[in-house]
């Protein structure tokens, strides 16, 4: 579904040169001039503005995807740009969601997931590099994210970790725990945290999060 009236209202408000473009009742997009003023701790305050689209499919399953469009940032790799379709790399899926929380709204993934890799673009073109740190491209840098969101040790129990959130609770909590423990995850300590998870997301978005990180063939590194 798309996001709601109030909610396209209040990111239009908040970003008024971006414009809501024609879309279905599962889609909605945006485009425009896209104006920020932002800094961080020990860092300089940086105003600036890029070109974006702004892309909102099935809402809230999938998180919005975002597109630089004046060409200030190269695409590649190493400005974490997807370089086949342009899309902006603004870190891993599992760790945006725990930064949103488990309501979103455009006007939230806006404030706290767009303008903090805009304001590290604007940095890096004095800095050389990403100011308010990166992960490592592709797969490796989102399964180490992973790694340390869920407090595990090793690739194979994050992978379990993930599964777990994409089964329905109580098939997972029959299942061995993730931490490795040898219990059951209904009987470890560690179902907590996946509890915790599972309330950032739709069950079908942990699906596609597992997926996209089993497959050796995601087409494009960033």
Not at 53 to 61: A, G, K, L, S, W
Not at 74 to 94: M, W, Y
Request: overall charge positive.
């Amino acid at each position: 579904m798309r996001p709601r009236t109030d909610d396209i209202r209040a990111f239009i408000q908040a970003y008024p040169d971006m414009a809501l473009l024609p879309a279905d009742d599962h889609h909605v997009s945006f485009a425009g001039r896209f104006d920020f003023r932002a800094s961080w701790t020990n860092g300089l305050e940086v105003s600036d503005a890029y070109e974006l689209r702004i892309e909102v499919p099935d809402y809230p399953e999938h998180l919005p995807n975002v597109f630089e469009t004046g060409g200030r940032i190269p695409r590649d790799a190493n400005h974490h740009v997807f370089p086949r379709s342009g899309k902006l790399c603004l870190g891993s899926e599992l760790r945006l969601r725990q930064v949103i929380g488990p309501k979103l709204s455009v006007l939230r993934f806006a404030d706290l997931c767009i303008v903090p890799y805009l304001y590290a673009a604007s940095r890096q073109q004095t800095t050389g590099g990403f100011v308010l740190g990166e992960l490592a491209h592709g797969n490796p840098g989102i399964l180490q994210d992973y790694q340390d969101i869920f407090g595990v040790s090793t690739p194979a129990a994050t992978r379990a970790a993930l599964r777990a959130l994409a089964t329905k609770p109580t098939s997972a909590a029959r299942h061995p725990c993730p931490c490795g423990c040898g219990r059951r995850l209904a009987q470890c300590g560690f179902r907590e945290r996946i509890e915790q998870l599972r309330k950032l997301a739709p069950r079908k978005s942990f699906e596609a999060m597992s997926k996209a990180l089993d497959s050796d063939s995601r087409g494009e590194k960033a």
